[in-house]
T-cell receptor
Framework: SQKIEQNSEALNIQEGKTATLTCNYT??????LQWYRQDPGRGPVFLLL?????KEKRKERLKVTFDTTLKQSLFHITASQPADSATYLC???????????FGTGTSLTVIP | NAGVMQNPRHLVRRRGQEARLRCSPM?????VYWYRQLPEEGLKFMVY????????ESGMPKERFSAEFPKEGPSILRIQQVVRGDSAAYFC??????????????FGSGTRLTVV
């Protein structure tokens, strides 16, 4: 069965630095990959989507890469701010069009 | 635009009771998805519905769980005879078209079910 792994430990970085979060997957080939932000007690908020034929996607201070050979996506937040502190989830489409497989998330804390 | 509305936010049920979770999708969205999030686990797909139709219920337990999305009114996730293992956060998401690959999901804030 498919397996998705995100940074297992919480990530703490200094304000202004670039945060890099990792999403690795095994056992299948998704056509799409999404990143979400989740704050405590809230639902996930969609951030970015990248397709298998796209190497990189950017949105303001966010950048996502998708390496289908390595089966890995990297999520970068540049010039990080304390307000970026949250849990970030990667989600891979299940090739059915109806559902996504979610990772357990990486907790990011940006220290002022 | 109020977004995806879920209620109640918190629900406590005794073992054996029924839980009913409601979800109103965003205005203009006709596709609803239910996900469950257990502690320390990722979101797990349960069911995908369009108005009056269940499209994919492959993630839903075969017994005690059911979902509907009637022509009028919110989508309902019903859990009969709840057990402690049903305690989780249940999230509803909506999208304007089939599949979230083009749009991303818009999630509600979830219903936290606690079975005592």
């Amino acid at each position: 069965s498919q397996k998705i792994e995100q940074n297992s430990e919480a990530l703490n970085i200094q304000e202004g630095k670039t945060a890099t979060l990792t999403c690795n997957y095994t056992n299948y080939s998704p056509a799409y990959l999404q990143w979400y932000r989740q704050d405590p007690g809230r639902g996930p908020v969609f951030l970015l989507l990248i397709r298998e034929n796209e190497k990189e996607k950017r949105k303001e201070r966010l950048k996502v890469t998708f390496d289908t050979t390595l089966k890995q996506s990297l999520f970068h937040i540049t010039a990080s701010q304390p307000a970026d502190s949250a849990t970030y989830l990667c989600a891979l489409d299940a090739n059915t069009g109806n559902q996504f497989y979610f990772g357990t998330g990486t907790s990011l804390t940006v220290i002022p | 635009n109020a977004g995806v509305m879920q209620n109640p936010r918190h629900l406590v049920r005794r073992r054996g009771q029924e839980a009913r979770l409601r979800c109103s999708p965003m205005k203009g969205h006709s596709h609803v998805y239910w996900y469950r999030q257990l502690p320390e686990e990722g979101l797990k797909f349960m069911v995908y519905l369009q108005k009056e139709n269940i499209i994919d219920e492959s993630g839903m337990p075969k017994e005690r769980f059911s979902a509907e999305f009637p022509k009028e009114g919110p989508s309902i996730l019903r859990i009969q005879q709840v057990v402690r293992g049903d305690s989780a956060a249940y999230f509803c998401a909506s999208s304007p078209g089939q599949g979230a690959w083009n749009y991303g999901y818009t999630f509600g804030s979830g219903t936290r079910l606690t079975v005592v």
